[in-house]
């Protein structure tokens, strides 16, 4: 080309050799930013399971003594007026089971 012979050869040779090799270490560094990528998503995933168990054990921890609170508050509440804290336990269980079985008659359904 343009006459200079076997050196204007070897020009577009190493031109094209060095473009080949940009070509394989771009591919090289997409290829480690894409790992990178998915090892923090990875890493991410880890730690928010971390976070969300120790979340949900502490809210169950929570209820457990919110629930052992109430109920030695009805305990107390049924001695000292006097009642039996078994029997008004039914009652309510009866009460919350009419009030199912009215649920289920209720037409306000097909409104």
């Not at 290829?31 to 890493?43: G, K, L, Q, T």
């Not at 039914?90 to 009460?95: E, H, I, L």
């Amino acid at each position: 080309m343009f006459g200079f012979g076997g050196k204007t050869e070897t020009l577009d040779d190493a031109i094209e050799r060095e473009e080949e090799e940009v070509t394989n270490k771009r591919r090289n560094v997409e290829a480690m930013a894409r790992a990178m990528f998915f090892s923090e998503i990875d890493r991410f995933n880890e730690e928010r399971r971390l976070v969300m168990t120790t979340a949900f054990a502490q809210l169950n921890a929570s209820e457990l003594m919110v629930a052992k609170k109430s109920q030695a508050n009805f305990e107390m509440f049924f001695t000292n007026m006097g009642l039996d804290a078994g029997e008004e336990s039914q009652k309510a269980k009866d009460v919350l089971a009419l009030a199912e079985a009215v649920d289920n008659m209720s037409p306000l359904d097909n409104v």
